[in-house]
């Protein structure tokens, strides 16, 4: 038995107002007057000058606002990456992303591409990446992927829906300002906190589990709990702990794995572009048989924030779209083999799928 060696983000900052500090933390790690930082921001920041005011910029630096509407796609990294080669003399001194998920993740993906040659869809994987990333710093806005702490960065790509898994996609910095998650709209903030609940109970009900993964998702679960049960947090503490219990989520996963609601969703996501946290909501909401618990009280939460989810995503695909999400669920085995177990194939068979896809 081989146990795996698993790198870390390196430096972390926490509190209310620490993303003013984000000039300091930077400035030491300017390579030189023409290597620039490259901020990536999530577009609903644009024209918000209580945080753009905020970004300490000098020189070349940028700031490249993206969309969050769509999740990351590998020809997205490759064009974004192209530009800042085309653009620049030399590499960027670092990419920080401003955002979520989704942003953290572009943030990730340029990094590592900027200094490995080929195309993204290459390096979707587990250790494919040959040369260390640029210095990169994810900054979340929103609470909950767990992406500022993992060891991955989640691609579409012309074949798949998946991460470029290595030791060098982990963050160098995390700034972790729970302040600047005070505007999520409610339903965002619902869906990206699932998510961070789902890989609390895929991780604590997964035959990977060990004492590291569970020690960070009881932690996380019990936070989410508190958050999304109770009412006894003002909204400032609950911004606070939610960003901590994206961190233990996040961190419980990384030494264990995902399961069947997130197998699903990278169907969903990949066939009919359905985000990561609204997927997972909408997955998990029909897998009494997998997490019984789980998704009982996933329903409590639901009914206590009054969240519609949507109904009959599936009703009008055709076999061959079936087919398609089913390829990439059944593809991603390790999550299913964390969540069944070795003998997985044994129960989960297309039939199975289809029929869980017919329902949502
Ligand atoms: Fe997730």
């Not at 729970?178 to 035959?207: A, R």
Request: net charge negative.
């Amino acid at each position: 038995m081989s146990y795996k060696n698993f790198p870390m983000v390196s430096k972390v900052i926490f509190g209310r107002g620490s993303f003013n500090q984000l000039g300091d933390i930077l400035s030491p790690k300017r390579l030189n007057a023409t290597a620039p930082f490259i901020f990536f921001v999530d577009d609903v920041f644009k024209g918000n000058a209580w945080l753009t005011s905020r970004i300490p910029l000098s020189y070349d630096d940028k700031v490249i606002y993206v969309s969050a509407e769509q999740e990351p796609k590998t020809s997205q990294i490759d064009s974004l990456v192209e530009d800042i080669i085309v653009k620049y003399k030399e590499l960027p001194s670092g990419i920080i992303g401003i955002g979520g998920g989704t942003v953290l993740d572009i943030a990730k993906a340029v990094s590592i591409m900027l200094t490995n040659n080929g195309e993204s869809k290459d390096y979707q994987g587990w250790d494919l990446v040959k040369n260390p990333a640029v210095y990169h710093v994810g900054i979340p806005t929103i609470s909950g992927t767990g992406a500022e702490v993992s060891r991955t960065t989640i691609l579409t790509g012309p074949e798949r829906k998946l991460g470029i898994n290595s030791d060098y996609t982990p963050f160098d910095q995390v700034v972790l300002d729970p302040e600047l998650t005070k505007d999520v709209p409610k339903d965002q903030w619902f869906y990206t906190g699932m998510d961070c609940y789902v890989h609390c109970i895929e991780s604590l009900n997964g035959t990977y589990l060990n004492a590291f993964s569970k020690s960070y998702g009881e932690k996380a679960y019990s936070l989410c709990k508190e958050i999304f049960l109770e009412d006894s947090l003002t909204a400032e503490e609950s911004q606070d702990k939610l960003m901590m219990a994206s961190w233990h989520g996040g961190m419980s996963i990384a030494y264990s794995q995902v399961g069947v609601a997130h197998a699903l969703s990278y169907g969903l996501g990949y066939l009919l572009g359905v985000k990561h946290g609204i997927g997972n909501c909408i997955v998990f909401d029909h897998l009494e048989e997998y997490y019984p618990k789980g998704v009982a009280l996933f329903k409590q939460m639901k009914e206590k924030h009054n969240i519609q989810l949507p109904q009959g995503i599936c009703a009008k695909l055709s076999d061959k779209e079936f087919d398609t999400m089913i390829d990439v669920a059944l593809s991603l085995e390790p999550l299913w083999e964390n969540a069944i177990g070795k003998n997985w194939k044994k129960t989960i068979t297309r039939d199975t799928l289809r029929a869980l896809y017919q329902k949502m």
